[in-house]
């Protein structure tokens, strides 16, 4: 995956309220002038939030071009972003064939930490995401479209992992990128630990029911099949359920999987047949294990990055990012 994580500056105001929003790029493909599908796979475990793209992945299984991830109210924008870069960038493809844009964005809500109905995030914004997008190690926490994002009722974010896995002395990896905006906080649990349970103090206010969500983006360069990367998306429910997570009612848990393999040409732009390869399913199970114990890995990552942000609404104290210190102690890690 290739990441960009950008977001606006957490000391705007507007309206007496702290704008703390932004969006997160995905290249899968870098920036090739010529479209290609990335054959995918989608699930929801519970569909309260949105997903661009997603009826199709789920029927022709793939998607080309970016995927981008920010907040409920900014999905339009983030989508003519994607749109517009696509057309520039396949111009001649475009030009040439009866095509159309459908990329990926997904969101969830930032609402208690940001002004998100003043619709900061413009198209420029995410264009801006696209354009800056680079391969490399990653800003997780307050970054991209999680810079809003509450976890557990502590202060979220955007978080990443990744496993390697070895099939038949082929090294090939999958890779696991949250949105997490999910959980309450007696729910959180750490290697098999109800943490969270010991640690209720400074918890969101008025939060009764869980009002968050999670995206999941799981990549990976094994050669998969759109019905094995769908059972591969589904995995990803196990992962977020390993922190303690049962997917809430209000909660949009919306998981996508991809892989880079089998690159070709777009259905539009070619002959009646298709070579393909694909992993045997007698194989899947590391590859599963992979994709749990990765984003599981990243929701935490995106807890231990993130650095306290003053709630927007209610507008009184400030929502905590987890005392890793404290974590530490519990599970005697102090040396």
Same mark, same amino acid.
């Given at each position: 995956?290739?990441?960009?994580?950008?977001?606006?500056?957490?000391?705007?105001?507007?309206?007496?309220i702290?704008?703390?929003t932004g969006?997160?790029a995905i290249?899968?493909?870098?920036?090739?002038?010529?479209?290609k599908?990335?054959?995918?796979?989608? *699930?929801?475990?519970?569909?309260?939030?949105?997903?661009?793209?997603?009826?199709?992945?789920?029927?022709g299984?793939w998607?080309?071009?970016?995927?981008?991830?920010?907040?409920?109210?900014?999905?339009?924008?983030?989508?003519?972003?994607?749109? /517009?870069?696509?057309?520039?960038?396949y111009?001649?493809?475009?030009?040439?064939?009866?095509?159309?844009?459908?990329?990926?964005?997904g969101?969830?809500?930032?609402?208690?930490?940001?002004?998100?109905?003043?619709?900061?995030?413009a198209?420029?914004?995410?264009r801006?995401?696209?354009?800056a997008?680079?391969?490399?190690?990653?800003?997780e926490?307050?970054?991209?479209?999680?810079?809003?994002?509450?976890?557990y009722?502590?202060?979220?974010?955007?978080g990443?992992?990744?496993?390697?896995?070895?099939?038949?002395?082929?090294d090939?990896?999958?890779?696991?990128?949250?949105?997490?905006?999910?959980?309450?906080?007696?729910?959180?649990?750490?290697?098999?630990?109800?943490?969270g349970?010991l640690?209720?103090?400074d918890?969101?206010?008025?939060?009764v029911?869980?009002?968050?969500?999670?995206?999941?983006?799981?990549?990976?360069?094994?050669?998969?099949?759109?019905?094995?990367?769908? /059972?591969?998306?589904?995995?990803?429910?196990?992962?977020?359920g390993?922190?303690?997570?049962?997917?809430?009612?209000?909660?949009g848990?919306? *998981?996508?999987?991809?892989?880079?393999a089998?690159e070709?040409?777009?259905?539009?732009?070619?002959?009646?047949w298709?070579?393909?390869?694909?992993?045997?399913d007698e194989y899947?199970?590391?590859?599963?294990?992979?994709?749990?114990?990765?984003?599981?890995?990243?929701?935490?990552?995106?807890? *231990?990055?993130?650095?306290?942000?003053?709630?927007?609404?209610?507008?009184?104290?400030?929502?905590?990012?987890i005392?890793t210190?404290?974590?530490r102690?519990?599970?005697?890690?102090?040396?």
């Amino acid at each position: 995956m290739t990441e960009l994580l950008s977001s606006r500056d957490p000391s705007l105001m507007t309206r007496g309220i702290p704008v703390q929003t932004g969006v997160t790029a995905i290249l899968p493909r870098g920036r090739e002038p010529e479209p290609k599908p990335l054959w995918a796979g989608q *699930f929801s475990l519970n569909g309260n939030g949105e997903m661009t793209g997603a009826h199709w992945v789920r029927d022709g299984g793939w998607f080309c071009g970016p995927i981008l991830l920010t907040n409920t109210h900014a999905v339009g924008a983030a989508h003519q972003a994607a749109v /517009r870069w696509m057309i520039e960038v396949y111009g001649d493809t475009w030009e040439t064939n009866h095509l159309w844009a459908m990329p990926i964005v997904g969101e969830t809500y930032d609402g208690v930490l940001s002004d998100i109905n003043g619709l900061h995030v413009a198209e420029m914004h995410a264009r801006a995401a696209i354009d800056a997008a680079r391969p490399g190690p990653v800003t997780e926490g307050n970054s991209g479209g999680g810079a809003g994002m509450i976890c557990y009722e502590f202060k979220g974010g955007t978080g990443t992992s990744s496993r390697r896995v070895k099939v038949d002395d082929q090294d090939f990896t999958v890779g696991a990128l949250v949105q997490a905006n999910h959980g309450l906080r007696p729910w959180l649990t750490i290697s098999g630990q109800r943490v969270g349970e010991l640690m209720l103090e400074d918890r969101v206010p008025d939060m009764v029911t869980e009002r968050g969500s999670i995206i999941v983006i799981l990549a990976t360069d094994i050669p998969l099949l759109p019905g094995q990367l769908e /059972r591969l998306a589904r995995r990803a429910a196990i992962g977020i359920g390993r922190s303690g997570s049962p997917g809430g009612n209000n909660s949009g848990d919306i *998981f996508l999987a991809f892989s880079t393999a089998n690159e070709m040409a777009l259905p539009q732009c070619s002959g009646p047949w298709r070579n393909m390869t694909a992993l045997n399913d007698e194989y899947l199970d590391p590859v599963y294990m992979a994709a749990v114990e990765a984003v599981d890995e990243a929701v935490l990552n995106a807890l *231990f990055a993130a650095q306290d942000v003053p709630f927007a609404r209610p507008a009184r104290g400030v929502c905590k990012a987890i005392d890793t210190q404290r974590l530490r102690a519990f599970f005697n890690l102090e040396k």
